[in-house]
């Protein structure tokens, strides 16, 4: 979705002074940069925005790791692990940005937003909805009861879906203020008690 050149932040190399994908490579004069201070979108060359187009990312990563491969570089840097280093951030930096409630959980701590260890408030109604769904899972699965155990995942499924599209408009609109982030904060905190719940269903039958 949206164009990717719009989210490309272009970064020149110190060295060449040539355009870089990423601030961690330069392409031109193959030489590595610092990138322990980059975060997940700076390394990828890409503004820091929930939309994010997965095939975009995709290419975006496969490039950045061609490009800090130590084959790639034109000297071997004095730190010969840099390259190893930066490859992990990368895998990272992917696992994360590629995931829709990950990277709206990364954009709202850039922005400034509380971490789920300061606010683990859920909106109201989510604690009893999953200890409810919970009691018939149970009882479902003691009656060997395959059709409430299907009806218990699909209303669980239906809570993720409707979570996410809650999450992906709070993220959307960020950085916001204080009161919408605390919603974000909310709402991914109710969709962690989702997930939890949606394995604990997945796991037997
Ligand atoms: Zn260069």
């Known amino acids: 979705m949206g164009s990717s050149t719009t989210k490309t932040v272009v970064v020149k190399c110190a060295a060449c002074d040539g355009p870089m994908a990423s601030p961690v490579f330069c392409d031109h004069c193959r030489r590595l940069y610092p990138a322990e201070s980059l975060n997940h979108f700076e390394l990828l060359g890409l503004k820091p925005t929930y939309d994010v187009d997965p095939a975009d990312l995709r290419r ?18 004095a730190d010969p692990a840099a390259g190893l280093r930066v490859s992990a951030q990368l895998n990272e930096a992917q696992r994360v940005l590629r995931d829709p409630v990950l990277r709206a959980e990364y954009l709202l701590e850039l922005h400034g937003g509380k971490p789920a ?89």
């Open 60 to 77: 975006r990563y496969l490039r950045v790791s061609r490009g800090v491969h130590p084959d790639h570089l034109q000297e071997q840097a």
């Open 117 to 205: 260890s300061e606010d683990r408030r859920v909106p109201e109604g989510v604690l009893a909805k999953t200890m409810l769904l919970r009691e018939e899972i149970d009882e479902a699965r003691a009656h060997s009861d395959t059709d409430a155990l299907g009806a218990c995942r699909q209303t669980i499924q239906q809570s993720v879906d409707d979570t996410l599209a809650e999450i992906t408009q709070l993220a959307g609109a960020l950085p916001g203020n204080e009161a919408q982030r605390d919603a974000l904060r909310a709402a991914l905190n109710a969709m962690k008690y989702y997930q939890r719940l949606q394995s604990e269903c997945a796991s037997g039958s």
